[in-house]
């Protein structure tokens, strides 16, 4: 069965500061990864993706992502945190061949002014 | 282009009542999607749809059932509300081959069960 693991339920980071958000997951075949961010009381947003191609994905607000076959990893990271950053972050996985997404249980980023 | 919306926004039902959530997309998109949020458990589906009149079972869909007949709705209905069900329900579609690209998620309904 597929599973997605961040293992952080909270990261703290300086505003300026660059941020990580760790994801890992288990599926078999070759994944469709995503981060989505939820602010408070709002449906979650799409942030980026990673279907197949450069490892190195860029998406919104200048967040990015890593994807690692060897470790089974999509990590999300941004050079400078902002303030505005602040909010619950979502790893998910899509194996191929699969209709629907599996969720992680997500990280809350805090970036502290 | 009001993406996809849901309503009602809160309810608050007594337990054994029922109840329908509407989603609505205006996107053209074939596959739509119900979870629910709580805390700490991430997004849960619990039922989805491929394309109109088909509905499918996700990771946890006793005691929800859902409708399809039109493309751009798609219908949650809680026939016996249990104090379990108290969650937020998000709705989300998404388009592509097989509805591989991103999916766009509603606003929420924070559901109350007593």
């Known amino acids: 069965a597929q599973s997605v693991a961040q293992p952080e339920d909270q990261v703290n980071v300086a505003e300026g500061n660059p941020l990580t958000v760790k994801c890992t997951y288990s599926v078999s075949g070759n994944p469709y990864l995503f981060w989505y961010v939820q602010y408070p009381n709002r449906g979650l947003q799409f942030l980026l993706k990673y279907i197949t191609g450069d490892n190195l994905v860029k998406g919104s607000y200048g967040f990015e992502a890593e994807f690692n076959k060897s470790q089974t990893s999509f990590h999300l990271k941004k050079p400078s945190a902002l303030v505005s950053d602040s909010a619950l972050y979502f790893c998910a996985v899509r194996p191929t061949g699969r209709r629907a997404l599996t969720f992680g249980s997500g990280t809350r980023l805090q970036v502290q002014p | ?114």
């Not at chain 2, 009602?8 to 109840?19: A, C």
């Not at chain 2, 074939?30 to 509905?55: F, K």
Request: proline share 4%; hydrophobic share 30%.
């Open chain 2, 1 to 114: 282009n009001a993406g996809v919306t849901q309503t009602p926004k809160f309810r608050v039902l007594k337990t054994g009542q029922s109840m329908t959530l509407l989603c609505a997309q205006d996107m053209n998109h074939e596959y739509m999607y119900w979870y629910r949020q709580d805390p700490g458990m991430g997004l849960r589906l619990i039922h989805y749809s491929v394309g109109e009149g088909t509905t499918a079972k996700g990771e946890v869909p006793d005691g929800y059932n859902v409708s399809r007949l039109k493309k751009q709705n798609f219908l949650l209905g809680l026939e016996s509300a249990a104090p379990s069900q108290t969650s937020v329900y998000f709705c989300a579609s998404s388009g592509g081959r097989q509805g591989a690209y991103e999916q766009y998620f509603g606003p929420g309904t924070r559901l109350t069960v007593t």
